[in-house]
C-alpha cells in the first residue's frame, strides 16, 4: 500500500494524500496542524498526484467553468467520471484533473511548486460547506476564547488590518485573513476560516515589536510562518460573535456603533462579495451555488460599524468591539 498523510479540515472532510514530502511540507504552510495519519471526518476523498498530463486528444470537454477562486476549467463527464482541464497561466500550471467518486488524481508535467494541491483543497472544502448552506464572505476573521469575530469592508477599508493587529497583539487566534464561509447549524450562526498568504505592511510590523531589515513595504508570509512569527494556532471553525463593516482611517478617531439591520443590510449586499466570487463546479460535485443569507444575519448577528483608528485602541488594550 502507497504511503499516505490525511488531511483534516475541521469537522468538514478529511483528504487521503499519496505524495511526498514536499506536498506534505506546502499543505502545512497553507493549512497549518491539519496533517495526521488517520481521516477523522465521515466524507473521505483520496488524492493522487501523477507528474505527465496524459494526451487529451480524444477528450471532447463539453464546457468551461470557472471555479471558486480558481483559473477556468474545461471539463468533460465521461459516464460519472469527470475530467478538467486548465491550460497555464500567470496563475497557476497547466494541469489536469480526474475525478472518480471520491477518488481524484491530479496531473502536472512539471510539479515545481504543488500550488495546485492547495487550490484543490480549497475547491474540496468550498464544495463541501455549500452543501451544508454556508456561503462566503469577503472578510477577514478572528477567534477570540470561542467565538469568532468578522470584519468586511470594501478594498482597503481595514479588514487585514483590523486582522492583524488582533492576532499580533490582541488575544486572538487567526481564522482567516481574506475570505471566510458563514452558515448556521442547529440555530447558531458559524464561520469556517481559510488561510491565504498574509501581507502586512513593514511599518505595522514595526508597530507589534518585529524589525528587519525589510526590502519592500509589503512583507508577505505563508498561515504558518505567520504562526510563527506570533506564536499563534490557526484556527478553522468558531460560533460568530459579531460582524462588523471597516471603515479605517489612522487620523480619525476610534468609534464602534451599531447598525441598523437595514444598514447592515446594505452593507452586506455592497461589499460582503469579492468581485471575483465565481462558483463554477469544475469537479462536478453538485453544481450549487450559495445562497447568501444577509437577511437571517442582520436578523440574528451583532452588526457593527468600525470606523477610524483602530489599531491605537488595541495597542492599548481598550475594550473595542462587542
Not at 475541521?10 to 491539519?34: A, Q
Not at 450562526?189 to 505595522?204: C, L
Request: include cysteine; charge should be neutral; proline fraction near 3%.
Amino acid at each position: 500500500m502507497k504511503n499516505f498523510k490525511v488531511f483534516n479540515f475541521s469537522d468538514v472532510l478529511s483528504i487521503r494524500i499519496f505524495g511526498n514530502e514536499k506536498i506534505y511540507s506546502l499543505i502545512e504552510e497553507y493549512f497549518p496542524n491539519t496533517l495526521s495519519n488517520y481521516a477523522v471526518n465521515n466524507k473521505v476523498y483520496d488524492l493522487e498526484c501523477i507528474k505527465n498530463i496524459p494526451n487529451l486528444t480524444n477528450i471532447k470537454f463539453d464546457k468551461t467553468v470557472m471555479p471558486f477562486r480558481m483559473s477556468p476549467y474545461n471539463v468533460h463527464n465521461d459516464k460519472g467520471v469527470i475530467f478538467s482541464y486548465s491550460q497555464k497561466n500567470q496563475f497557476s500550471n497547466e494541469n489536469l484533473v480526474v475525478r472518480n467518486g471520491q477518488k481524484i488524481s491530479l496531473y502536472e508535467n512539471n510539479f515545481d511548486n504543488y500550488l495546485n494541491v492547495i487550490k484543490l483543497f480549497s475547491e474540496l472544502i468550498f464544495r463541501n460547506l455549500l452543501e451544508r448552506g454556508y456561503f462566503p464572505i469577503h472578510a477577514s476573521a478572528v477567534a477570540f476564547e470561542q467565538d469568532a469575530m468578522l470584519f468586511f469592508g470594501p478594498i482597503a477599508s481595514g479588514k487585514s488590518t483590523a486582522f492583524f493587529f488582533h492576532t499580533a497583539i490582541g488575544n486572538c487566534l487567526p481564522l482567516a485573513n481574506d475570505i471566510a464561509f458563514i452558515g448556521k447549524e442547529n440555530g447558531e450562526w458559524y464561520t469556517y476560516g481559510t488561510s491565504y498568504d498574509i501581507t502586512i505592511r513593514a511599518e505595522s510590523l514595526n508597530l507589534v515589536g518585529v524589525t528587519g531589515n525589510f526590502e519592500q513595504n509589503k512583507i508577505h508570509f505563508t498561515p504558518k510562518k505567520y504562526c510563527e512569527t506570533f506564536n499563534l494556532d490557526w484556527e478553522y471553525k468558531r460560533k460568530i460573535k459579531s460582524i462588523s463593516y471597516m471603515k479605517f482611517d489612522i487620523n480619525t478617531p476610534y468609534t464602534l456603533h451599531t447598525l441598523t439591520k437595514e444598514e447592515g443590510l446594505k452593507y452586506l449586499i455592497q461589499d460582503g462579495k469579492d468581485q471575483h466570487f465565481n462558483f463554477g463546479d469544475c469537479l462536478q460535485i453538485n453544481n450549487l451555488d450559495p445562497t447568501f443569507e444577509y437577511n437571517g444575519l442582520v436578523n440574528d448577528l451583532y452588526i457593527g460599524f468600525i470606523k477610524g483608528n483602530i489599531i491605537d485602541v488595541i495597542i492599548k488594550g481598550k475594550e473595542y468591539t462587542k
